[in-house]
């Protein structure tokens, strides 16, 4: 059961769960908080089902949210919580640095991440920013996050082909010739090349064969 370590203040007080499977560190979190007259801290469970009954019952403004818990991860205890209490707003807080622990926790819906070895200043910024609706990334994971969706923009840029790229992609599929795509679209071979040379360059390939075997491979042709 939720270790109730504040009484109920003001409704302008920012209401925290701790979901933490670290026993000490969990009663040290909540210790700390429930000093600051700005937190009311209503509770530290140790699993992810139990993070998603406080939630339901306690209605948290904010969740410090362990990555590794008892049973559900924090990733997807984050994805039940958010589904039955829109309104909270949950802060990883974990040793991981992943980014695909990061990426996967943002996906799910998660306004901050940060590691546990923050101060406790940092920690408290990073509650009211959430709290206020904004996101939070420690500095520490910021760049390479930043540098994984940039890599991940990119290449959704290069496969965003026109629609009469993609009917030339699917005519290269069946087989045909340069030629034979032109007399089907009724157009230029010179016009089917420059098609070609730009499916080419989105695509990330040197050649029909590759850029065939890609789409296959990734469903844009059929």
Same mark, same amino acid.
């Given at each position: ?20 499977? *670290? ?24 699993? #992810? ?62 306004? #901050? ?21 904004? #996101?939070?990334? *420690? ?35 069946? #087989? ?28 990330? %390939? ?5 850029? %065939? ?10």
């Amino acid at each position: 059961m939720p270790n109730r370590q504040a009484s109920q203040g003001s409704k302008s007080l920012i209401k925290i769960l701790i979901a933490e499977d *670290h026993v000490v560190l969990a009663e040290a979190l909540g210790t700390m908080l429930g000093f600051d007259d700005a937190f009311s801290v209503v509770g530290t469970v140790p699993s #992810g089902d139990e993070a998603i009954a406080a939630c339901v019952e306690f209605k948290p403004d904010v969740v410090l949210m362990d990555y590794k818990l008892v049973g559900l991860n924090g990733v997807e205890a984050t994805k039940r919580i958010l589904r039955l209490v829109p309104t909270a707003k949950v802060l990883i807080l974990t040793m991981f640095d992943n980014q695909e622990i990061v990426a996967a926790a943002v996906a799910a819906g998660a306004a #901050g991440f940060l590691p546990k070895n923050v101060d406790s200043v940092e920690l408290k910024r990073a509650i009211h920013a959430v709290a206020q609706g904004k #996101g939070f990334l *420690h500095p520490d994971v910021t760049m390479p996050f930043l540098e994984r969706i940039g890599a991940l923009a990119r290449a959704d840029s290069r496969e965003r082909l026109t629609d009469r790229e993609q009917v030339v992609l699917q005519e290269l599929a069946s #087989g045909k010739t340069t030629k034979e795509i032109a007399g089907a679209l009724v157009v230029s071979e010179e016009t089917v090349k420059t098609h070609l040379a730009h499916i080419y360059q989105k695509l990330g %390939v040197n050649d029909r064969v590759q850029a %065939v075997a890609l789409a296959l491979r990734r469903g844009l042709v059929r």
